[in-house]
C-alpha cells in the first residue's frame, strides 16, 4: 500500500516552453503533498506544500508564477514549470502523506526534466 | 532556521556494522526519519524516531537523542545493495508538518 506515481518519469523540453508533472496517491487519500527539487549529488529541497482545495504553500525563494502547483483532488497534484529554462533542469520528487497519518511521507519515483 | 550535518561518505566492507550519524539545529520537531536513496530514484522510507532511544527494523535502526540533538542510522550486515545516500530529515511543528532534510550521507559498500 501508499503507493506515489508521477508522469512523466523523464521530459525534455525545449527552453521557454511549459511542462507539466503529475502526482498521484494510488491507494490513499492525501490532504497535503510536498513537491521537492534536488539536484545532482545534493538533498531534497522543499519547494511547496499543497493541500487539497487551497492554495500552496511555497518555500522562501521558489517564484511561485512560474511552479505552478494544483492540488485538484486528495489523489492528484500536478506541478507546472512555465517558461523553462536549462537551469530549471534537476529531479523533480513529490511525496503525500495520508489523511489518517501523522508524520510519514510517502515519495513518487521522481520526474528528470531536461530543459535544452 | 534549521539545519542537519551528517557525513558526506562513509566507506565499510560487506558484513560490517556502519553507523551514519546526524546532528540537527531545529526548534519544534516531531521525529527524526531516515530515507535510503539508490542513484536515479526516490527515496524511501527507513525509521522514525519520535521520542528518545533506539527503533529496530530488521537489519537497520535508528537513536534519537534529543538532549544532545543528535541520532543515528545504524546499518549492520552490509551488503552490496545497501550502497546509496542516507538522509536524516525532521519533521517541523509547523504549516504541513514539513520534512527539512539533512545534506546526506554516501554509503559505499565494498566486497
Known amino acids: 500500500g501508499a503507493v506515489v506515481s508521477q508522469h512523466p518519469s523523464r521530459v525534455i523540453c525545449k527552453s521557454g516552453t511549459s511542462v507539466k508533472i503529475e502526482c498521484r496517491s494510488l491507494?490513499?487519500?492525501?490532504?497535503?503533498m510536498f513537491w521537492y527539487r534536488q539536484f545532482p549529488k545534493q538533498s531534497l529541497m522543499l519547494m511547496a506544500t499543497?493541500?487539497?482545495?487551497?492554495?500552496?504553500?511555497?518555500e522562501q525563494g521558489v517564484e511561485k508564477d512560474k511552479f505552478l502547483i494544483n492540488h485538484a483532488s486528495l489523489t492528484l497534484s500536478t506541478l507546472t514549470v512555465t517558461s523553462a529554462h536549462p537551469e530549471d533542469s534537476s529531479f523533480y520528487i513529490c511525496?503525500?502523506?495520508?489523511?489518517?497519518?501523522?508524520?510519514?511521507?510517502?515519495f513518487g519515483p521522481g520526474t528528470r526534466l531536461t530543459v535544452t | 532556521g534549521q539545519s542537519l550535518e551528517q557525513p558526506s561518505e562513509v566507506t565499510a566492507v560487506e558484513g560490517a556494522i556502519v553507523q551514519i550519524n546526524c546532528t540537527y539545529q531545529?526548534?519544534?520537531?516531531?521525529?527524526l526519519s531516515w530515507y535510503q536513496q539508490h542513484d536515479g530514484g526516490a527515496p524511501t522510507f527507513l525509521s522514525y524516531?519520535?521520542?528518545?532511544g533506539l527503533e529496530e527494523t530488521g537489519r537497520f535502526s535508528s537513536f534519537l537523542s534529543r538532549s544532545d540533538s543528535y541520532g543515528y542510522l545504524l546499518l549492520q550486515e552490509l551488503q552490496m545493495k545497501d550502497s546509496a545516500s542516507y538522509f536524516c530529515?525532521?519533521?517541523?511543528?509547523?504549516?504541513?508538518?514539513?520534512?527539512?532534510f539533512g545534506a546526506g550521507t554516501i554509503l559505499r559498500v565494498k566486497s
Open positions: 511525496s503525500a502523506r495520508p489523511a489518517a497519518t501523522g508524520y510519514e511521507q510517502y
Open positions: 524516531n519520535a521520542l528518545d
Open positions: 491507494d490513499f487519500q492525501a490532504t497535503t
Open positions: 531545529t526548534s519544534g520537531f516531531y521525529g
Open positions: 499543497s493541500n487539497e482545495g487551497s492554495k500552496a504553500t511555497y
Open positions: 530529515a525532521v519533521t517541523l511543528m509547523e504549516y504541513g508538518n514539513k520534512l527539512v
